[in-house]
């Protein structure tokens, strides 16, 4: 085996931790973006639900007022 192929303990180490910090960093920047996405989303999803809320309220308040007012 020629001496290219060897490397030092030392070396293999340093290697190694590289791809550790690679793989740490690939780790965070994926962990941002899917909880800033699930963020938007939660937040578009309050939003509807607060619409929704909101409509049933008024249909149910209009549905009320139209059995309390007197017929003619």
């Known amino acids: 085996m020629s001496s290219r192929g060897r490397v030092s303990a030392k ?3 340093r290697r190694a ?3 550790d910090l690679a793989c740490a960093a690939l780790v965070a920047i994926v962990a941002i ?3 800033a ?3 938007v989303v ?3 999803a309050l ?3 607060v619409a929704a809320l909101a409509w049933v309220g008024i ?3 209009l549905a ?3 059995r309390r007012s007197p017929r003619r």
Do not use: T
């Open 17 to 19: 931790l590289v791809v």
């Open 47 to 49: 939003i509807v639900l």
């Open 64 to 66: 009320r007022g139209r």
């Open 11 to 13: 070396v293999e180490r």
């Open 42 to 44: 939660g937040v578009g």
């Open 33 to 35: 973006l899917v909880s």
């Open 37 to 39: 996405g699930i963020g």
């Open 59 to 61: 249909e149910a308040a």
